[in-house]
């Protein structure tokens, strides 16, 4: 095949908070570089950072042979309309987080194929026309039947040519783009790693694995300075799960834009590992830039935070927060409200954790159990969930859409919300 176009859902998120946040679609930046070294036609739509909806998207897609859309959880009404409108004759391919927790649910509402893992190789395979049944980390329709592929091996992110940035708004770096928290533009969010070995029960592992799979300095250098020199970025937001889990190869990153005074604001608005940081690595990542660190500690009870699977303890946390303040660092925390066990008493531990911790800023969420985790197959065999309408679905919503035993109702959940926040 040709040609193809790449999507990114309008997120309905957006319009329910009235916070605009759209982050540059780098996991179609990404695909997208891999068919482009193929020398297959690729673009990309991004109806988020565009505000269009379904019927805009389908408007596009003349021309192409093939529409793969990529999209989480909020995503699901978008995704679904989408395939309503376009044309029959193009080969619809569903991704993402959302898509690989429920692939029969996207085949159903008439996708031909859903990417169950990284697309990267997988799409660029489907466009060289490989037969379906030799493509792993697929599922497909075919006749009336559906088919699941074997699992597809992680890639090795070294190999990956560097993002497509060239093909959404603004090289993805500036306005309509704009992350949560961002405080200097050009900006651009990277990864310098795939995948996390810890298992919390939240964490949706059916893309990036649970195998740690880094990139050598040398290699996340070359983005950052293309970055900087090229598109005159000021700001760099580290989107991995974990940054810090080597802190040889994290501070060799540090020593690296330190050397090539590479002047740069950095930031981790998707947490680090508060286990995982010593004095020398604060004092590098002080030296490098770093103007914001959040770290993921969700609970203030070590007992629901034991059953999470993160492997954290509260006293490493209580110390790490105070040498990163020490190293004059702004911190933020992340709360997690109405995890498996909590109770009314244990999420106020939790607050009064976030108030001894005194971090700059907490953010409290409430637990939300989406496709594909751990915690979404205890709710479905043990408990009750209170919505199927998954575009409704995202923990800033201040909704808590289960119930579950030994754990507090959602009415204590949303009050105790309310209150972490006054």
Request: net charge positive.
């Amino acid at each position: 095949m040709k040609n193809i176009l790449l999507v990114q859902p309008n997120f309905r998120h957006t319009k329910e908070t009235g916070i605009w946040m759209a982050n540059p679609p780098l996991g179609l930046c990404y695909i997208a570089a891999v068919l482009r070294e193929n020398k297959i036609k690729v673009e990309i739509l991004d109806a988020n950072a565009l505000n269009l909806s379904p019927a805009d998207v389908a408007k596009k897609s003349d021309g192409f042979e093939v529409i793969g859309v990529s999209g989480m959880t909020p995503a699901h009404g978008f995704i679904k309309e989408l395939s309503k409108l376009l044309p029959k004759n193009i080969l619809k391919i569903a991704g993402g987080p959302h898509a690989a927790g429920f692939p029969e649910k996207l085949l159903a509402v008439g996708y031909d194929i859903v990417v169950r893992g990284e697309g990267e190789y997988a799409i660029l395979e489907i466009m060289k026309g490989k037969d379906l049944r030799q493509v792993n980390g697929i599922s497909y329709r075919k006749k009336g039947h559906i088919y699941h592929n074997a699992d597809r091996e992680l890639i090795n992110p070294n190999i990956l040519p560097l993002p497509a940035r060239n093909l959404i708004p603004s090289n993805g770096v500036d306005l309509p783009y704009i992350g949560m928290g961002v405080q200097y533009r050009p900006w651009s969010p990277i990864f310098t790693s795939r995948g996390c070995p810890f298992d919390c029960y939240f964490c949706n592992k059916k893309i990036f694995g649970k195998c740690f799979r880094p990139r050598k300095p040398e290699n996340v250098i070359i983005e950052i300075e293309t970055l900087v020199r090229k598109y005159g970025v000021k700001e760099i937001d580290i989107y991995d799960d974990c940054f810090n889990l080597d802190l040889t190869r994290a501070e060799k990153i540090l020593d690296m834009i330190i050397e090539r005074k590479l002047d740069i604001k950095i930031r981790f608005s998707n947490g680090i590992r508060a286990d995982r940081v010593t004095p020398s690595f604060l004092r590098k990542l002080k030296k490098a830039g770093c103007i914001y660190i959040a770290y993921g500690i969700e609970s203030g009870n070590q007992e629901v935070l034991d059953k999470l699977g993160k492997n954290l303890k509260l006293e490493k946390v209580r110390e790490t927060v105070k040498l990163t303040k020490k190293a004059g660092i702004p911190v933020t925390g992340f709360f997690v409200l109405g995890l498996l066990g909590d109770t009314r008493e244990s999420i106020q531990q939790t607050i009064d954790f976030a108030k001894e911790l005194d971090v700059d800023i907490a953010q409290f969420t409430i637990a939300t159990p989406y496709p594909a985790t751990r915690f979404h197959d205890f709710v479905r065999e043990n408990g009750h969930f209170l919505t199927d309408i998954w575009e409704t679905v995202y923990p800033s919503s201040g909704k808590m859409i289960y119930t579950y035993p030994e754990t507090a109702s959602p009415r204590v959940v949303e009050m105790m919300y309310m209150k972490a926040f006054r």
